[in-house]
């Protein structure tokens, strides 16, 4: 049985079938608004401890797409943690009702445990470290522009969070250049960066503190907030740190003249990112977000055995 808790479990082979399924199912959409119910009755379970706008109803609307249906869990509906039962007995439970679990914990140790003891594949829609469903949705954007993942170059400006974190291994996995531009003391943890040097060798990695050194020769161009959910109170020292990693035209102007501009969202515009760079022809932002539809739905095909389209 198969699940996504990250891409570091995945081989790029595994990666590459996911993206062409996904292209499929979006390509019939869009030319005949063709729904197949590769699902049809398959039933999912979303848990979410952390607000969510685009994963929930990505999710639920993908799977509708696909003949299935979705039943909702918020932190309170849970109680695990001790607060009314252990994550084991959860699991057991949960998975016995429901053909897959789609989970956004605060914690990734959380999913690790749900995922051991479940009888069906379990979905990681974002932890404190990983977000591989972005990272699948963002690769399926890049490839719908059109080009030859061999001669991209995305480049991160801001946070080592759980976004970079899986768009650096989804990349280094496919042999696109990544770098990431972050201030001293917010950039990749050393035991991530040289675990994922050393697993793959030939990966074109780096990150440095000047971001215009990052995006030298980029492609593409992305960012994040600078205060992820839940590092509220850090808010005024990440705004200090950061000053200077926005990215603005004058930032986009050291990338390649066609670079195209990526955001998971949601934006704070005027922070890490201008109105000009946000609303300009070659932001992507829009297309990436729905791209996390036609991911899921890919990616739920294939971990439910489903995708032969």
């Known amino acids: 049985m198969k699940h996504l808790l990250t891409l570091l479990d995945y081989s790029a082979d595994d990666i590459r079938h996911i993206i062409e399924i996904s292209l ?8 005949s608004d063709t729904r197949e ?64 679990i789609v989970c956004r914990a605060k914690s990734h ?17 974002l932890t404190d470290l990983y977000h591989p469903c972005q990272a699948l949705a963002d690769v399926l954007t890049v490839m719908d522009d059109g080009v030859d993942l061999s001669q991209q170059k995305i480049a991160f400006i801001g946070d080592a969070n759980n976004v970079s974190r899986s768009l650096a291994i989804i990349c280094a996995k496919l042999g696109i250049a990544f770098s990431i531009g972050a201030p001293s003391g917010y950039q ?38 600078w205060t992820s959910m839940g590092q509220e109170s850090e808010q005024a020292q990440r705004k200090a740190a950061f000053e200077g990693y926005q990215v603005n035209a004058d930032l986009m102007a050291a990338a390649r003249r066609d670079a195209k501009f990526l955001h998971c969202l949601p934006a704070i515009r005027g922070q890490e990112v201008t109105d000009e760079v946000m609303d300009s022809p070659h932001s992507l932002v829009i297309q990436q977000a729905e791209n996390r539809m036609h991911v899921q739905k890919g990616l739920m095909t294939w971990l439910l055995g489903k995708d032969d389209v």
């Open 24 to 31: 499929q199912l979006k390509s019939d959409l869009k030319s």
């Open 37 to 100: 119910p590769l699902l049809n009755r398959r039933v999912a379970a979303m848990i979410f401890e952390k607000p969510s706008l685009r994963t929930r109803v990505s999710f639920e609307s993908g799977m509708q797409h696909l003949g299935g249906s979705f039943l909702y869990l918020s932190g309170n509906d849970v109680g695990w943690g001790g607060q009314r039962e252990v994550i084991k007995d959860f699991s057991r439970v949960l998975s016995s009702y429901v053909d897959l």
């Open 109 to 125: 140790q959380s999913v690790v445990e749900l995922a051991e003891y479940s009888s069906c594949p379990v979905i990681n829609a």
């Open 188 to 225: 990749f943890e050393p035991d991530f960066y040289a675990s994922l040097r050393a697993e793959m060798p030939a990966a074109e990695l780096s990150q440095t503190t000047d971001p215009k050194k990052a995006v030298a020769d980029a492609s593409f161009v992305y960012t994040d907030v």
